[in-house]
């Protein structure tokens, strides 16, 4: 069972940064896509980035220029790097990976971390 966990969530002022970590563990795999996702109070979750292959990240509209997604294969993580932070930013943030058996490429698994809690302070 592959294990999905977040850190480096908490509480900044507004105009700060964090940095998000997502590693996968538990198995022998590499991280063919990774994704964040947010849930704020009172809304759905909603996606932030995602990154796929050697494709360009995309954005959602609100996080584009603050935000920005990375992956290291060789650590099985996914990262997310937010700038200026706002206090509409604040929610549980939430790591979605698919990986990739080495010797069933053609095979893939999607896992959720548990997530890890934001919050911007004005």
């Known amino acids: 069972q592959v294990h999905v966990v977040e850190s480096g969530g908490g509480l900044v002022q507004q105009g700060g940064s964090l940095r998000l970590s997502c590693v996968a563990s538990?198995?022998?795999?590499?991280?063919?896509?990774g994704a964040w996702y947010r849930q704020t109070p009172g809304k759905a979750r909603e996606p932030v980035a995602n990154i796929i292959g050697n494709e360009n990240p995309i954005y959602a509209d609100f996080v584009k220029g603050r935000f920005t997604i990375s992956r290291d294969i060789a650590k099985n993580a996914v990262y997310l790097q937010m700038n200026s932070l706002k206090p509409e930013d604040t929610g549980v943030y939430y790591c979605n990976v698919d990986v990739v058996d080495p010797i069933l490429p053609w095979k893939a698994e999607n896992y959720w971390g548990q997530g890890t809690q934001v919050t911007v302070s004005s």
């Open positions: 538990g198995g022998i795999f590499s991280i063919r896509a």
